[in-house]
C-alpha cells in the first residue's frame, strides 16, 4: 500500500508504481505522484491508480455499455427496473456518456454526480453510481470507482389518522377513488397492487394480491410477483370493503398509478386535509395495527414487506392523536406519583 508523505508546502504526496523500462541494460523503475490536500486523499489516488491501471481496455462508450447492460439483463429485470436505466442513461451522466469506459475515473464521476444533485434526490445520485457501477463491473472487470454521494435528507411523512380517514372518504365523489381507498387504508395495498387487482382476485372476503401495474417504456403493463415474493399474499379485508367493491368485473380499480395519485391529491385538498400520499395510507394501517398491539410479524406479511429495517424505519409511526393520547396517560401516572 503505497504511504503519503507530506511536503514542505503542507500538502500531502504519494507515489505510486507504474511501471518498468530498461535503460542500458538496467531496470528504471516509474511511478506516479498524488498530491491532495490530505494523507487520506492523496493515498486514496495513488491506490485507486494501482487498482486501475491493469484493468482491461474497452472501445465501448457509457451509453453503449449500459444499452448492452440492459439487454444482457432484460429477462430477469422489471419493466420499471429498465425504464428507469433508461431513463438514466439520458439524463444524468451528461459528457461522461460518450466516454469510453475503460477511461472514466473517479474524478470525473464525481463530477458527474455533482451536477446530477443540483436537482434530483439523495436517492436518484445513489441510483445513478449504482447503475454505473454495475455496468463498469460488467464490462470492465477490475474498474475501481470512488464517488461521495448527497447526504439523503430524511422526510418527515404525515400519517393520517382515524377522522381524517373518514373525512376524505367524505370527500371523495368517485366510487373508483373510493375503492382504491380502502384498498390501501384497510389493507395495506400499494397503488401499483390496487391497479393490478381484477374480481377474480377476490375469493369471499380475501383478496389476492400478485401483480402489479408498472410504466414500461412502452407504456403501463402488469408484472407479476414470484410465489415467493413477499408482495404475493392474501389479506382479509373487513366485509363492507368487499360489499364496496361489488358485482364488478374486470379491473377493481380502472385507473393507472399516475392518474389514482392525481385523484387522491384532490381528494386530500377538497378535504382540507394536510398533505399526505396514497402511499402513506400503508403507513397509517400499519400505525393502526402496532397501536392495537398486534404483532410485527403480521403486519410485515400482511404488508408485504420482506425487510424488518424497511418497516420499522419507515412504516411504524405514531398518528398524532394516539400519541397525544399516551403522553396525557404518561402524565397522567407521573402527576399522580407527584401527588
Not at 422489471?78 to 456518456?97: C, V
Not at 389514482?260 to 393502526?288: K, M, T
Request: glycine letters at 6%; hydrophobic letters at 35%; charged letters at 30%.
Amino acid at each position: 500500500m503505497p504511504t503519503a508523505r507530506k511536503t514542505k508546502s503542507g500538502k500531502w504526496r504519494c507515489q505510486a508504481f507504474d511501471y518498468v523500462e530498461i535503460v542500458d541494460g538496467k531496470k528504471k523503475y516509474h511511478h506516479r505522484s498524488f498530491t491532495a490536500s490530505t494523507k487520506w486523499e492523496s493515498e486514496r489516488l495513488a491506490n485507486e491508480f494501482m487498482r486501475n491501471k491493469n484493468r482491461p481496455s474497452s472501445d465501448l462508450r457509457l451509453d453503449e455499455a449500459i444499452d448492452r447492460y440492459i439487454e444482457i439483463k432484460r429477462n430477469v429485470l422489471s419493466p420499471s427496473t429498465i425504464r428507469g436505466y433508461n431513463s438514466l442513461k439520458r439524463n444524468a451522466f451528461g459528457t461522461l456518456s460518450m466516454m469510453r469506459i475503460d477511461k472514466i475515473t473517479s474524478e470525473e464521476v464525481q463530477e458527474c454526480i455533482n451536477r446530477y444533485a443540483v436537482d434530483h434526490t439523495a436517492k436518484s445520485c445513489r441510483n445513478a453510481l449504482g447503475l454505473l457501477t454495475a455496468v463498469l463491473g460488467t464490462f470492465c472487470q477490475g474498474t475501481y470507482i470512488h464517488a461521495k454521494l448527497p447526504q439523503t435528507v430524511p422526510v418527515d411523512y404525515y400519517t393520517p389518522s382515524d377522522d381524517d380517514i373518514k373525512a376524505l372518504l367524505n370527500a371523495i365523489k368517485y366510487d373508483e377513488l373510493k375503492r382504491a381507498v380502502m384498498l390501501a387504508a384497510f389493507g395495506t395495498l400499494r397503488r401499483s397492487e390496487i391497479c393490478g387487482l381484477t374480481d377474480e382476485d377476490i375469493d369471499g372476503d380475501v383478496i389476492h394480491v400478485h401483480r402489479a401495474m408498472v410504466e414500461s417504456d412502452h407504456g403501463w403493463v402488469l408484472k407479476d410477483f414470484p410465489k415467493n415474493d413477499s408482495s404475493n399474499r392474501r389479506i382479509t379485508y373487513p366485509h363492507f370493503v368487499i360489499e364496496m367493491l361489488g358485482d364488478r368485473k374486470g379491473k377493481l380499480v380502472n385507473m393507472t398509478p399516475k392518474r389514482l395519485d392525481v385523484g387522491f391529491r384532490r381528494a386530500v385538498e377538497r378535504a382540507g386535509l394536510p398533505h399526505f400520499r396514497l402511499h402513506d395510507l400503508r403507513a397509517y394501517s400499519v400505525s393502526i395495527a402496532h397501536a392495537l398491539g398486534i404483532s410485527d410479524v403480521y403486519n410485515m406479511r400482511r404488508g408485504g414487506w420482506s425487510s424488518p429495517e424497511t418497516y420499522r424505519k419507515i412504516y411504524r409511526r405514531v398518528i398524532s392523536d394516539i400519541d397525544d393520547e399516551n403522553t396525557a396517560k404518561l402524565n397522567a401516572h407521573f402527576a399522580e406519583l407527584h401527588s
